[in-house]
Structures are given as structure tokens and as C-alpha cells.
């Protein structure tokens, strides 16, 4: 993220999704603050750190009237601070009388890189890692007319009309894909992508995140004082100002057209050569964006019991899945952060034999027989993927990003009086659970 005068660009938002909320948001019944502090639970208990930020250094956040976003656009880290890398902190809570503990919980962001302007330095490949774009991230672009914060808008793809817009008020997340410069110029989503640090001159898909639209191929540019560098090759890097040039097959710099906005419309607009510069062409302000890279933590939960009286926080979040083991040894490890005792792990809507806590980072629990996740089937005829759940001893239900796989197998003999089971091929014997 960007601090311009001190203030975050673009600002951070909180999206609340999911029909839990609607009844409290539509009762303007949350309360939202917002704050700049450290990783809040650093502790190996799970406990919060000493390092939490204190609601009096918080701030509120306004959700947008009739959506359920909100976006700290008043943010801002003192000249003061010198940290490198910074959370961001949100606390929720309700505001209404009808539970017993009104606290939902205080959440927190990824690692935030603090880059309070571009590099001047030219990058190269070697030292691209900290500071440049790969393909196949996320970034953002905005565009900021004759250098004014108040005429800031945001590359965004308006959901309702299902297009690309310029917004004051919502930024968009684009995955940022590298394609072979070669690639037939078409209008399918359909593309090979490639892997690598994004360079000047490089053909590009932008897609969004949320809806997967995408613009066409685009072949991005450098800018430097509102003049794109044909023969720049050197790889992006954050904060740079690049241009977006719409590739339609051979072109010649007098029928280079390049992505633009226009009040709230995004347009392609001609560039205008150089009379005395081959690889020189002029463009507008509004043709102008500046690339910065992005990310978001996110939580999903469910009150299986009803409301309950501790806050939801600290979320386990599950991150990587290894196997071990076969058959009726089989077991997981799961490996994230936030993980406690008394939680337990579900597939699908079977709760594992025996969930064994080892540390705030890892969890070891049981694979249960194919036979009590699919009463119906009586063998695995087909790959069957379960999602992978944390429970709360309170019925705090934590939706992980992970599944785990049963393996077909042959159809056992009819003879045969109970049916096999093979999950995964054994590599050890892990019984854990006594």
C-alpha cells in the first residue's frame, strides 16, 4: 500500500458477505474501528500479544450507505513511525442489548510492506523479489489527475453492470497474469499464462478477483512524465506509473490506443507520437495508472449453536494439508495458525475420530472410514472430496479452504462380508489416538 501525505492508497476495506449479517447491517446494529498495530497473536497459547492496538489509537469505520463494504479512506501512519512492515487491526462488535457478550472479536490483516514511494532505482531480475510484480498476483491500479488525492479513482469492476469502471469510493483486486507475446490477440477468457517477474513490453490479463471479468490483452508500458517508453524492458515495480496499451495485432506508435478513463468510464484513447522520438508517445493524465500490489485476510464462521459468549476471534485458519498413512490409519496434519485446544476437525459433516492439538500451528487428527462420511456408498467408486472444518467446543463452525480426497478403489467380490477402504496409500502408522 501507498502512504501519500501519510494516508493509505488504496484504502483498506472490510467486506462483510454472507445472509448471517443482514439482519444487524440492515438494523445498523455493527459497530467497525479501525487501527494500525502489530500481529495480534503471537503467543504460542494463542493469546493475544502485548502488542494489540488499543481502541483509544483506533478509528471509526463508516460502512458505505446501503453496502456492505466500508473503507478507511482517513487511515494514515505517522511521519514518526519507521516500521517496515505493519497489521492492520479491525474490532467489531454489536451494538444492540439482545446478547450476552455484544464483543464479535478484533481481526486482523496480512503483513503490510510500508512503501511510501517509488523506487527511483532501475530494477533488475535479481533484485526484483521485494519490490516487483509477478505474474499471477494481485494488484491494484489507480489513476490520480495532475497529482490530486481528491481526484484519486480506482480500476473496479461494478458487479450490478458486470463492467469496468473508475471509482472514487472502491477499488478492484486484479490477478495480474504474464502471456506469451506470441498468443492469437482474442476475446476468449480462455489463456495460457506464464510465470515470472512482469516486465515493460510484456503482454498481460487483468481478471478480477471477485467476478473474473477480464479486459482484453494489454501490453504494459512504462511512464515516465506522462510519456510511455516504448523500449523499456525492465520489471515493474510498486508505485511505478505504467500505461496500458490495447494489443490488436502489428501496430505502429501513431495507432497505439491505451486504457483510459473518463469520469466514471473506462475507454481507450490514442497516443500521440513523438515527433523526434521513435519509442516515444504522449499520453493524457487519465491514461496514466499506478500499480500496487494487494491482499486480504479472510474469515468465515458460523454460530452452529446460536450466538455465543466468548468473541470469535482468534479465527484458526488452516493453511496446508499433508496425508499420512492408509486405510484405517490414516491421518491429516493440518498446518496454519490461530489453533487452540478443544477444537475439532469435521469432513464434511463427519467429525473425525480423534482431533490431537499439538501446538498453535499444528493439528494431527484421524481420517474417518469412507463408510460414516458416505453411509449411502457403500465403497469409493470415485474421487469424493470432503471440506475440511474446525469446530469450537461452543459450535463455533471455521470454514478452512482445504478438502480432503477419497481414492477409488475396485468394487469389492460379492463374497466379501465387509466392504475395503483405501483413502490414500500408507506411508506410516500413525496411531495417535488411544
Same mark, same amino acid.
Given at each position: 500500500?501507498?502512504?501519500?501525505?501519510?494516508?493509505?492508497?488504496?484504502?483498506?476495506?472490510?467486506?462483510?458477505?454472507?445472509?448471517?449479517?443482514?439482519?444487524?447491517?440492515?438494523?445498523?446494529?455493527?459497530?467497525?474501528?479501525?487501527?494500525?498495530?502489530?500481529?495480534?497473536?503471537?503467543?504460542?497459547?494463542?493469546?493475544?500479544?502485548?502488542?494489540?492496538?488499543?481502541?483509544?489509537?483506533?478509528?471509526?469505520?463508516?460502512?458505505?450507505?446501503?453496502?456492505?463494504?466500508?473503507?478507511?479512506?482517513?487511515?494514515?501512519?505517522?511521519?514518526?513511525?519507521?516500521?517496515?512492515?505493519?497489521?492492520?487491526?479491525?474490532?467489531?462488535?454489536?451494538?444492540?442489548?439482545?446478547?450476552?457478550?455484544?464483543?464479535?472479536?478484533?481481526?486482523?490483516?496480512?503483513?503490510?510492506?510500508?512503501?511510501?514511494?517509488?523506487?527511483?532505482?532501475?530494477?533488475?531480475?535479481?533484485?526484483?523479489?521485494?519490490?516487483?510484480?509477478?505474474?499471477?498476483?494481485?494488484?491494484?491500479?489507480?489513476?490520480?489527475?495532475?497529482?490530486?488525492?481528491?481526484?484519486?479513482?480506482?480500476?473496479?469492476?461494478?458487479?450490478?453492470?458486470?463492467?469496468? !469502471?473508475?471509482?472514487?469510493?472502491?477499488?478492484?483486486?486484479?490477478?495480474?497474469?504474464?502471456?506469451?507475446?506470441?498468443?492469437?490477440?482474442? !476475446?476468449?477468457?480462455?489463456?495460457?499464462? /506464464?510465470?515470472?517477474?512482469?516486465?515493460?513490453?510484456?503482454?498481460? /490479463?487483468?481478471?478480477?478477483?471477485?467476478?473474473?471479468?477480464?479486459?482484453?490483452?494489454?501490453?504494459?508500458?512504462?511512464?515516465?512524465?506522462?510519456?510511455?517508453?516504448?523500449?523499456?524492458?525492465?520489471?515493474?515495480?510498486?508505485?511505478?506509473?505504467?500505461?496500458?496499451?490495447?494489443?490488436?495485432?502489428?501496430?505502429?506508435?501513431?495507432?497505439?490506443?491505451?486504457?483510459?478513463?473518463?469520469?466514471?468510464?473506462?475507454?481507450?484513447?490514442?497516443?500521440? #507520437?513523438?515527433?523526434?522520438?521513435?519509442?516515444?508517445?504522449?499520453?493524457?493524465?487519465?491514461?496514466?495508472?499506478?500499480?500496487?500490489?494487494?491482499?486480504?485476510?479472510?474469515?468465515?464462521?458460523?454460530?452452529?449453536?446460536?450466538?455465543?459468549?466468548?468473541?470469535?476471534?482468534?479465527?484458526?485458519?488452516?493453511?496446508?494439508?499433508?496425508?499420512?498413512?492408509?486405510?484405517?490409519?490414516?491421518?491429516?496434519?493440518?498446518?496454519?495458525?490461530?489453533?487452540?485446544?478443544?477444537?475439532?476437525?469435521?469432513?464434511?459433516?463427519?467429525?473425525?475420530?480423534?482431533?490431537?492439538?499439538?501446538?498453535?500451528?499444528?493439528?494431527?487428527?484421524?481420517?474417518?472410514?469412507?463408510?460414516?462420511?458416505?453411509?449411502?456408498?457403500?465403497?469409493?467408486?470415485? #474421487?469424493?472430496?470432503?471440506?475440511?472444518?474446525?469446530?469450537?467446543?461452543?459450535?463455533?463452525?471455521?470454514?478452512?479452504?482445504?478438502?480432503?480426497?477419497?481414492? #477409488?478403489?475396485?468394487?469389492? #467380490?460379492?463374497?466379501?462380508?465387509?466392504?475395503?477402504?483405501?483413502?490414500?496409500?500408507?506411508?506410516?502408522?500413525?496411531?495417535?489416538?488411544?
Amino acid at each position: 500500500m501507498e502512504m501519500k501525505s501519510d494516508f493509505f492508497c488504496p484504502p483498506p476495506c472490510v467486506y462483510l458477505s454472507g445472509d448471517g449479517w443482514k439482519n444487524d447491517f440492515e438494523q445498523d446494529n455493527l459497530c467497525t474501528m479501525i487501527g494500525i498495530g502489530e500481529p495480534l497473536y503471537h503467543n504460542d497459547n494463542g493469546s493475544p500479544s502485548a502488542n494489540i492496538t488499543q481502541s483509544s489509537e483506533m478509528q471509526h469505520l463508516p460502512f458505505e450507505s446501503g453496502k456492505r463494504f466500508g473503507a478507511a479512506k482517513t487511515l494514515f501512519i505517522s511521519d514518526s513511525d519507521k516500521r517496515k512492515h505493519i497489521n492492520l487491526n479491525i474490532k467489531m462488535m454489536y451494538t444492540n442489548d439482545f446478547r450476552d457478550n455484544p464483543y464479535i472479536g478484533m481481526f486482523e490483516s496480512r503483513k503490510i510492506k510500508v512503501i511510501s514511494k517509488p523506487s527511483k532505482k532501475k530494477q533488475s531480475v535479481k533484485n526484483a523479489e521485494s519490490v516487483c510484480i509477478q505474474s499471477g498476483s494481485k494488484i491494484a491500479l489507480f489513476n490520480r489527475l495532475r497529482s490530486q488525492n481528491v481526484s484519486t479513482r480506482f480500476l473496479h469492476v461494478n458487479e450490478g453492470k458486470n463492467d469496468f !469502471e473508475a471509482s472514487s469510493s472502491e477499488w478492484g483486486s486484479f490477478c495480474i497474469h504474464l502471456v506469451d507475446n506470441e498468443e492469437p490477440c482474442t !476475446e476468449s477468457n480462455s489463456f495460457s499464462v /506464464k510465470e515470472g517477474f512482469v516486465q515493460y513490453g510484456s503482454t498481460v /490479463k487483468l481478471v478480477c478477483s471477485v467476478t473474473n471479468q477480464t479486459l482484453p490483452q494489454l501490453v504494459i508500458r512504462k511512464v515516465d512524465k506522462n510519456r510511455v517508453l516504448l523500449d523499456s524492458d525492465e520489471p515493474v515495480s510498486q508505485l511505478h506509473k505504467c500505461a496500458f496499451e490495447f494489443k490488436s495485432g502489428p501496430a505502429s506508435p501513431s495507432s497505439l490506443v491505451y486504457l483510459c478513463l473518463t469520469g466514471e468510464r473506462i475507454i481507450g484513447i490514442a497516443g500521440k #507520437p513523438c515527433p523526434n522520438e521513435r519509442f516515444r508517445v504522449d499520453i493524457n493524465d487519465s491514461a496514466c495508472w499506478t500499480i500496487i500490489s494487494t491482499d486480504k485476510a479472510e474469515y468465515t464462521w458460523f454460530e452452529g449453536r446460536g450466538p455465543v459468549t466468548h468473541p470469535i476471534t482468534p479465527v484458526p485458519v488452516a493453511r496446508h494439508i499433508v496425508v499420512d498413512g492408509g486405510g484405517a490409519a490414516a491421518t491429516i496434519e493440518l498446518t496454519g495458525e490461530n489453533f487452540a485446544p478443544g477444537l475439532s476437525v469435521w469432513f464434511g459433516e463427519t467429525e473425525s475420530p480423534c482431533t490431537d492439538y499439538r501446538s498453535t500451528q499444528t493439528i494431527v487428527a484421524e481420517v474417518p472410514q469412507f463408510s460414516s462420511v458416505m453411509p449411502n456408498m457403500p465403497w469409493v467408486q470415485r #474421487p469424493i472430496s470432503t471440506p475440511i472444518s474446525l469446530v469450537r467446543r461452543d459450535g463455533i463452525v471455521y470454514l478452512t479452504s482445504l478438502v480432503f480426497t477419497y481414492t #477409488p478403489q475396485p468394487a469389492p #467380490p460379492r463374497k466379501a462380508s465387509s466392504s475395503p477402504e483405501t483413502i490414500l496409500p500408507a506411508t506410516s502408522e500413525n496411531n495417535f489416538c488411544e
